[in-house]
Nanobody, 124 residues
Framework: QVQLVESGGGSVQAGGSLRLSCTAS????????MGWFRQAPGKEREGVSC????????YYADSVKGRFTISRDNAKNTLYLQMNSLKPEDTAMYYC?????????????????WGQGTQVTVSS
């Protein structure tokens, strides 16, 4: 049984930092491209960042470039998202997702597995 479990969310003031983690089990983590998505109240879910299974190339939404850093530790089956200089508009539920041999150009429906999410709230 595949599980993706996010952690690290919380409440922070604007300008602060948080580090999200997503721990995977039940899959061969090395084979999976991993993505972070977020959904704010009343808005559609959007892609935030992605890191490929092979080579570790990373991609970011324009809204988070220069502030967020995605990384993965294959030995620990864990994905990370370091979020710095947080803004109130970063407030959302953050989800991690896994796609086997993905390219980071996939649509959401192409991801194979999703976590339950972790809430990030940024106050001004």
């Amino acid at each position: 049984q595949v599980q993706l479990v996010e952690s690290g969310g919380g409440s922070v003031q604007a300008g602060g930092s948080l580090r999200l983690s997503c721990t995977a089990s039940g899959l061969t983590f090395d084979d999976y491209t991993m993505g972070w998505f977020r959904q704010a109240p009343g808005k559609e879910r959007e892609g935030v960042s992605c890191i490929r299974w092979s080579g570790g190339s990373a991609y970011y939404a324009d809204s988070v470039k220069g502030r967020f850093t995605i990384s993965r530790d294959n030995a620990k089956n864990t994905l990370y998202l370091q979020m710095n200089s947080l803004k109130p508009e970063d407030t959302a539920m953050y989800y991690c997702a896994a796609e086997r041999y993905g390219t980071c150009y996939s649509e959401e429906y192409e991801y194979d597995y999703w976590g339950q999410g972790t809430q990030v709230t940024v106050s001004s």
